[in-house]
């Protein structure tokens, strides 16, 4: 794996510790069940690699790794994972996947979901997301990222829904869009804090049939890399 795929995993770490790495395309979900991801793996390493089971453990498996130089040798035997460089060397067993069910995500949720209308589009851009999350440590009390449309006019902002919000505190971000409907949709704050600070073209999709949302994030800068997040209404 290159310096590139790692760095990429240790972001993907921010949502979860387990997940079985696929060739050509991995994807995750983290423990919630509440953020999904897919990444095209084969846009970023050319070099194939069999499934690798990580349950609880992609950390560890990162930390080790980076112990090793670039120029390191990887081997695959089974369930175990060989690295050599230079002097050093070391094996390490990777986790069952047949154990790990709920963690192999399938590839067809990602198109079902491309595939609901969208009610709008827009970019978040990388200093939206370090500013978001920067408001949120000064406005402790705003524990909600909420996207919404009033008369069309969008924006992100954080809130504190059910929550009595003595002070009225407020961060918000109006983006030059327009929406084809009125919506307000609500991401905990803890899961924003779990994007990549990237990119992105957001995408609100929404299913008319079950009146519910979800938030596509698909990378401006990363190929084939893509974020499902769950929301409430």
């Known amino acids: 794996m290159n310096k590139q795929l790692i760095k990429v995993l240790e972001e993907l770490n921010k949502i979860t510790d387990s997940v079985i790495l696929k060739y050509p395309i991995t994807t995750a979900i983290s423990e919630a069940a509440d953020i999904r991801v897919i990444l095209d793996v084969s846009k970023i390493e050319d070099k194939p690699f069999p499934e690798i089971g990580l349950s609880k453990n992609l ?76 408001a949120s440590s000064v406005f402790k009390d705003l524990n909600e990222v909420i996207i919404a449309s009033i008369d069309g006019d969008v924006s992100v902002y954080l809130g504190a829904t059910g929550k009595f919000n003595a002070r009225n505190n407020n961060f918000k971000i109006n983006k030059r869009v327009k929406s084809t409907k009125d919506f307000e949709v609500k991401i905990p704050v803890e899961n924003f804090k779990r994007i990549p600070e990237s990119e992105f073209k957001v995408s609100l999709k929404y299913n008319s049939a079950k009146d519910s949302y979800r938030v596509l994030l698909s990378s401006n800068t990363l190929e084939g890399f893509k974020i499902i997040l769950s929301t409430k209404i």
């Open 59 to 134: 950390s560890n498996y990162l930390s080790l790794y980076k112990l090793f130089g670039e120029d390191r040798e990887v081997t695959y035997e089974g369930d175990v994972i060989k690295i050599s460089s230079g002097d050093i060397t070391s094996s390490y067993i990777t986790d069952s996947t047949v154990l790990m069910d709920s963690y192999n995500i399938d590839i067809d949720q990602f198109s079902k979901t491309e595939a609901v209308p969208s009610v709008v589009e827009f970019d978040l851009l990388v200093e939206d997301i370090k500013k978001i999350n920067s």
